[in-house]
């Protein structure tokens, strides 16, 4: 079972969410750096917590957005951003989900980022889950106001439309496009955006079939993102990988029949330049699925100036691999979120891998994350690093479902040139909470650590806090 739908179908607890909503203000002009809502020339994270209640109502759905700093991130410099948040479309309705999918660019070009917040079962007139995206614009302030994104007209009751968003310019002419996935289809957004008319166009792409997970980077360094819809099918439950470029006059596909894999990310692990597909595959061998390693593993294919060929012998690591700390388990889903950054600076992306089912101990699905650093020779096992709620300075301790892991990013949050790991532990307390670990020249470091919980932000109910980070 993939992961979202195990996840989605756990029982949710109620609650209240307070309609909280503090900005900080920048002075500077927008810095035009991917991930920065407000300009002041430090990446933020938008966090989704997609079980949120909205006053009375419950799961609506939430986004909270911690602003970075020269000291990282806190609990006391955010922003929470809900359906009935002022100049934001629609209303918080029961079950919406607002904040199980993001992404972020700077679609209207005016140098701050803005952010695609998916709302994947709301209902649509008489249609029930349909699904929904909305823009929320970044300023001098964060993030305020939004404009939803066209829908499709066909689509069917609980859809689904929206379980998956990435941006990217994927046809070169300069301007941040938007692709959304859902169970029926895929969507693409073109841009140049504005705040009043939305996209430039919008047109559904069929022929990408069923899925729900969507990722996008330069494979073949010509300007243009590549996007790949990851999807299972009889026949390859491992998922069916291609990659989709544009030719100048069309987008073309190509297949990728050896990968597996439901998450990833593109980047550039060995520095050659050309962004590198990297695949997660967490799930454990079995009689339907004869690939992949017991407890999960990553593969790596080598982008070129015709991106990643489809023939290469990919680099395989798993928590067998020399140098990885840990052993591969049965359930371990290690694979099952991937996130690239430079944490140590030294020029080569480095990959955080995911593993919420990770026991320890007698605690099961406690859950670690796994630094895995690019190199001239590509990405290796070699002086990796695992980091559980046991290590020490990190905050808090190992439970039994806590899920530590359940999501990663990478991302340099205090600019000082290394990426910040930023991890959420879906479960934690049975409302979610995440953990920031800093970047340094010799990798991450746990002192300073943060930690900010569901209700150290005002969120209320089961909340699912973390279960989605802005890549």
């Known amino acids: 079972m993939r992961k979202r739908t195990l996840l989605l179908a ?28 407000n300009g002041d020339g ?101 993030l305020y106001g939004g404009k939803g994104l066209p829908q499709p007209s066909d689509l069917s009751e609980w859809g689904g439309f929206s379980s998956g968003a990435a941006t990217g310019d994927f046809d070169g002419d300069g301007a941040p496009d938007v692709t959304l996935t859902g169970q029926s289809r895929t969507r693409l957004y073109k841009g140049p955006f504005t705040r009043t008319g939305g996209p430039a166009s919008h047109t559904s792409l069929g022929l990408f079939g069923s899925t729900y997970e969507v990722f996008a980077g330069d494979l073949d360094r ?50 050659d330049g050309y962004g590198d597909l990297v695949l997660g595959d967490h799930q454990d061998p079995r009689a339907g699925k004869p690939g992949g390693h017991k407890g999960g593993q990553i593969t790596v294919w080598y982008g070129g100036p015709s991106g990643p060929d489809p023939a290469q012998t990919p680099t395989v690591i798993h928590q067998d691999t020399e140098g990885v700390p840990g052993a591969g388990e049965t359930d371990d889903v290690f694979g099952s979120a991937l996130s690239a950054g430079d944490v140590n600076g030294d020029g080569y992306a480095d990959i955080a891998v995911g593993a919420w089912g990770e026991d320890l101990g007698s605690v099961k699905d406690a859950g670690s994350v796994t630094i895995l650093f690019g190199s001239a020779s590509g990405l290796t096992g070699r002086n990796a690093e695992s980091y559980t ?5 990190v905050p808090g301790s190992s439970e039994t479902m806590d899920a530590f892991g359940m999501t990663v990013r990478l991302a340099d949050l205090d600019k000082n040139g290394k990426a910040d790991l930023v991890t959420g532990a879906g479960y934690e307390n049975g409302y979610g909470a995440v953990t920031v670990l800093r970047g340094t020249s010799t990798g991450l470091t746990t002192s300073g650590a943060t930690f900010v919980s569901a209700r150290d932000v005002s969120l209320k109910g089961g909340a699912d806090f973390a279960w989605a980070i802005a890549q």
């Not at 609650?15 to 809502?37: E, N, R, V």
């Not at 709620?389 to 300075?393: C, F, I, L, V, W």
């Open 389 to 393: 709620q046991d290590t020490a300075g």
């Open 222 to 271: 010509d300007g243009d993102a590549e996007r790949v819809y990851p999807f299972l099918v009889d026949g390859d439950e491992g998922g069916e990988i291609s990659y989709h470029g544009w030719t100048g006059t069309k987008y073309a596909a190509t297949g990728m029949p050896l990968a597996d894999g439901e998450e990833g990310a593109v980047a550039d692990v060995d520095g």
């Open 10 to 37: 756990t029982a949710l607890t109620t609650g209240l969410l307070s309609a909280t909503l503090a900005t900080p203000t920048a002075t500077a002009a927008p810095s035009g750096l991917t991930g920065d809502f």
């Open 42 to 142: 430090y990446r933020d994270v938008a966090i989704g917590a997609m079980s949120a209640d909205v006053g009375t109502v419950q799961n609506a759905g939430a986004v909270v957005v911690l602003y970075g700093s020269s000291t990282g991130v806190s609990a006391a410099r955010k922003t929470v951003i809900t359906q009935n948040s002022a100049g934001v479309p629609g209303t918080a309705e029961y079950g919406d989900r607002f904040g199980s999918s993001l992404a972020t660019a700077d679609l209207d070009r005016d140098g701050y980022s803005d952010l695609v917040v998916g709302a994947p079962h709301e209902a649509i007139g008489d249609r029930d889950g349909v699904g929904s995206a909305t823009v929320i614009w970044g300023g001098r302030s964060g």
